[in-house]
């Protein structure tokens, strides 16, 4: 399989019943990062940057895991993991635009991440958006 579909079962992980705004939203992410040239920081492949950047992928739920099977639980599972498909291949493609960032996070993990010092720094990235309860940062 493609890597257009590595990464369509991660955003299907992620976001499986979520609006295909928030799988933009993951999928720009992946993306974003293998641009980004910080490889040291999310890895050097999408394989990687998968594995090390997303908890569906190295933790598999069971979305993950239908879609790495192509066997679905319902057909609402799989035309959203065939939405994603199309959608992740328009952004390799570039005809379909990526949000900006490298970092989501819903709202009520910011606050918790916010009191935990140590764990991700929000001084050192900008907020460019958000989507449905999400915020997305970049450097």
Do not use: C, W
């Not at 959203?80 to 635009?97: A, H, N, P």
């Not at 907020?127 to 450097?139: E, I, K, P």
């Amino acid at each position: 399989m493609g890597i257009e579909v590595e990464i369509a079962k991660a955003v299907h992980g992620e976001g499986a019943g979520a609006s295909k705004e928030f799988r933009k939203m993951v999928a720009s992410t992946i993306l974003n990062r293998a641009d980004s040239g910080r490889g040291k920081e999310f890895g050097e492949s999408i394989p990687e940057i998968l594995t090390k950047g997303y908890y569906a992928v190295s933790n598999p739920n069971e979305p993950y895991k239908e879609a790495s099977s192509m066997k679905f639980k319902s057909k609402e599972s799989e035309n959203s993991f065939k939405e994603t498909l199309q959608l992740v291949s328009g952004m390799m493609k570039g005809t379909i635009k990526r949000y900006p960032g490298l970092f989501y996070f819903n709202n009520k993990e910011i606050t918790k991440l916010k009191k935990t010092p140590g764990v991700f720094d929000f001084k050192k990235v900008q907020d460019v958006g958000g989507v449905d309860n999400f915020r997305v940062f970049d450097y």
